[in-house]
């Protein structure tokens, strides 16, 4: 609690005006990106521990086709109800 506001203010403008390096593989359309080793990671660990993992599951999957040049961003870029239909069909 004592740290709670200067520690906000320090994580709020610790990135400046720069934008995520997700953002930057994708706008600059560099053919890979840390997704694998992030959200992918989280679901391998899922899938050896026998635990669902569907929200990581779909942005790994989703963001890994646009990466790769399968699906264009523009599919999901200000559309995250298509993000999320991609979730619900995980869940089927």
Known sequence: ???????RRFVIGGRGGKMPS???DLAQSKGRSE?????GAVVKAGQQA???TP???AL???LQAVVAGAEPWALYRDRPA?????FRELQR
Do not use: D, T
């Open 35 to 39: 997704v694998a080793w992030l959200n």
């Open 22 to 24: 997700l953002y930057l």
């Open 60 to 62: 790994a999957e989703a």
């Open 50 to 52: 026998h635990i669902s």
């Open 1 to 7: 609690p004592l740290l709670a506001a200067p520690m």
């Open 82 to 86: 298509a993000l999320l239909a991609r």
């Open 55 to 57: 929200a990581n599951q």
